[in-house]
C-alpha cells in the first residue's frame, strides 16, 4: 500500500507559477514510478509527467518547456514545477504511483489538488 499526499494548489494568474508536491507514505526509491496526471473540466485525465525509478522523465506535449518534474528522495516527495501556467491548464491534479509486489501491478492515486488559473 502507498498513500500519496498531494499539496500547492491554488488559484493563480495566466503566466504565473505553482509548485505541487507529493508526499508517500514510503520510500520512492522503492516505487517504480511517479508523477503527475490532471483531468479538466470535461475532459479525460491526461498524463502531465512521470518519473520512474531508474530516473527516467515523461511529459506530455503540452507540458514540456514549462513544467518540471523532480524528486527528493529524503522527503518522500515528488514535485511538479509549473511556470507560464495557462487557462487550459486549470484542472485537478493528481499525483500518481506504480509499484509491483512480485509480478502485480499496483496503481495509487492522491486525493487530487485543483489548479486555477485565471485572471
Known amino acids: 500500500q502507498v498513500q500519496l499526499v498531494e499539496s500547492g494548489g491554488g488559484l493563480v494568474q495566466p503566466g504565473g507559477s505553482l509548485r505541487l508536491s507529493c508526499t508517500a507514505s514510503?520510500?520512492?526509491?522503492?516505487?517504480?514510478?511517479m508523477g503527475w496526471y490532471r483531468r479538466a473540466p470535461g475532459k479525460q485525465r491526461e498524463l502531465v509527467a512521470d518519473?520512474?525509478?531508474?530516473?527516467?522523465?515523461n511529459y506530455a506535449d503540452s507540458a514540456k518547456g514549462r513544467f518540471t518534474v523532480s524528486r527528493d528522495s529524503s522527503k518522500n516527495t515528488v514535485y511538479l514545477q509549473m511556470h507560464n501556467l495557462r487557462p487550459e491548464d486549470t484542472a485537478v491534479y493528481y499525483c500518481?504511483?506504480?509499484?509491483?509486489?512480485?509480478?502485480?501491478?499496483?496503481?495509487?492515486w492522491g486525493q487530487g489538488t485543483q489548479v486555477t488559473v485565471s485572471s
Open positions: 500518481h504511483a506504480v509499484d509491483y509486489v512480485a509480478t502485480r501491478r499496483y496503481d495509487y
Open positions: 514510503k520510500s520512492i526509491f522503492s516505487i517504480n514510478a
Open positions: 518519473l520512474t525509478s531508474d530516473t527516467s522523465i
